[in-house]
């Protein structure tokens, strides 16, 4: 492992020990470790949280869920060219739909833990999860999330992005492409055998400076193989805390900022719906990553 620009090579006794505790990674006496397994078992010497070896995903099944990617940024570049003002968040709903399932995909909110529909339409104040239906008109000056998660041949993908409708007020342009800029910076601050919380901290650092609040209640997640996987990728946090972040891992970052102060409530009507407390507006960007011995790779956006 890298520490302080110097790599700590550890010993084959190092190694092999390994196995004899609760490690997660080590490999059988007599085997040679790779490169990577050296890496990852130094960090967890060293007391550091890693990932599963099944989090570290096959190149097979990093492409499965390229190809998911696909179909789920094609849904969002669609919902782009259709969105307008006075169509219902129910319009939205049947527009995700109709696409997945016309290129041999299903959404994956659809009956995911009982929610009723394709797609999450978060308006406004609305931080996440609100679900579409033929009431919910479009207005001019509305924010908008919509929320894609889609299932192809058994892999995950999720992403989501802002739209702005018509004359919105400059407070909310402002906070969506601040949103967004969290989005970018915390891309930027995930290194190979860096920390989940390198990601956090760099993200609630550039809210907080903008005069914005991080949502706490909610994360990012690692996906792929599920719906939701470890680790939890927090919007907020510490440098070199929480799990490393080694290559193979694929992870959304989608943070979440308030105009307003950071406290949510989730709705007890619909069991579903997040809202600010204060009911001021919040916005929301995410993609999916696959992190690579380079960098992260963008798998949907």
Request: proline share 5%.
């Amino acid at each position: 492992m890298w520490v302080d620009n110097v790599f700590i090579e550890p010993t084959i006794k190092d190694i092999t020990d390994m196995g004899n505790g609760r490690r997660k990674w080590f490999v059988k006496s007599g085997v040679e470790p790779t490169e990577l397994e050296r890496k990852v078992m130094e960090c967890e010497r060293r007391g550091y949280i890693v990932p599963s070896r099944k989090l570290i995903k096959t190149p097979e099944q990093i492409e499965g869920i390229r190809e998911s990617g696909v179909i789920n940024t094609g849904v969002l570049d669609l919902i782009e060219k259709e969105i307008k003002i006075g169509m219902s968040t129910e319009d939205i709903d049947k527009l995700v739909y109709d696409y997945t399932v016309d290129h041999g995909a299903i959404p994956a909110p659809l009956n995911y833990e009982g929610f009723p529909k394709s797609v999450c339409t978060s308006i406004n104040e609305v931080v996440c999860h609100g679900i579409p239906n033929p009431h919910t008109i479009l207005k001019d000056g509305d924010i908008i999330n919509v929320d894609v998660s889609t299932i192809y041949k058994g892999y995950f993908s999720d992403a989501s992005r802002m739209f702005c409708l018509g004359n919105v007020s400059p407070a909310k342009q402002r906070l969506v492409d601040v949103t967004k800029e969290c989005l970018l910076i915390g891309m930027e601050a995930a290194k190979p055998f860096g920390f989940v919380g390198d990601i956090g901290y760099a993200i609630e650092q550039h809210a907080r400076k903008n005069g914005y609040s991080v949502v706490r209640d909610l994360t990012g997640h690692g996906v792929g193989l599920a719906f939701h996987e470890d680790p939890e990728v927090c919007h907020f946090g510490r440098p070199r805390t929480g799990m490393v972040l080694v290559p193979g891992m694929v992870f959304t970052i989608e943070p979440m900022i308030n105009m307003g102060k950071s406290q949510v409530v989730f709705s007890e009507r619909d069991g579903w719906t997040v809202t600010t407390r204060d009911r001021l507006p919040s916005a929301q960007w995410e993609h999916t990553f696959v992190m690579t011995e380079k960098g992260l790779e963008i798998l949907t956006y």
